[in-house]
Nanobody
Framework: EVQLQASGGGLVQAGGSLRLSCAASGFTFDDYAIAWFRQAPGKELEGIAAITTRDMMQWSRDPLKGRSTVSIDAAKNTVYLQMNNLRPEDTAVYYC??????????????????????????WGKGTQVTVSS
């Protein structure tokens, strides 16, 4: 069974850092784009960044404005989202999602993931990030 498991959220004070993890299982990790999204209370789902598992190409929507970095550990089938200098407005549920890049250009895949997240086939359960002021 194809699964993604997001973890690493929690309560942090403003200015603090968190590293979220997205662990993949049930599928070969070679040809996928993994994207991070977040949804704050009362707001729409927002794309953060995406990375490909084969060659670590990256695309960023940068809602955290330079305060986030996406990375991958292919040996662990895990993608990370490092977030620094967190602000109360970063409070949200953070999700990871996956789409294969085996049939389409990775850049197009990532762009499509951000443009039409409802069409993404694999989602992990979210992890709550709460930033206190």
């Amino acid at each position: 069974e194809v699964q993604l498991q997001a973890s690493g959220g929690g309560l942090v004070q403003a200015g603090g850092s968190l590293r979220l993890s997205c662990a993949a299982s049930g599928f070969t990790f070679d040809d996928y784009a993994i994207a991070w999204f977040r949804q704050a209370p009362g707001k729409e789902l927002e794309g953060i960044a995406a990375i490909t598992t084969r060659d670590m190409m990256q695309w960023s929507r940068d809602p955290l404005k330079g305060r986030s970095t996406v990375s991958i550990d292919a040996a662990k089938n895990t993608v990370y989202l490092q977030m620094n200098n967190l602000r109360p407005e970063d409070t949200a549920v953070y999700y990871c999602a996956a789409e294969t890049t085996a049939r389409r250009d990775p850049a197009i895949t990532a762009a499509t993931m951000f443009r039409a997240p409802n069409a993404i086939g694999v989602w992990g359960k979210g992890t709550q990030v709460t930033v206190s002021s």
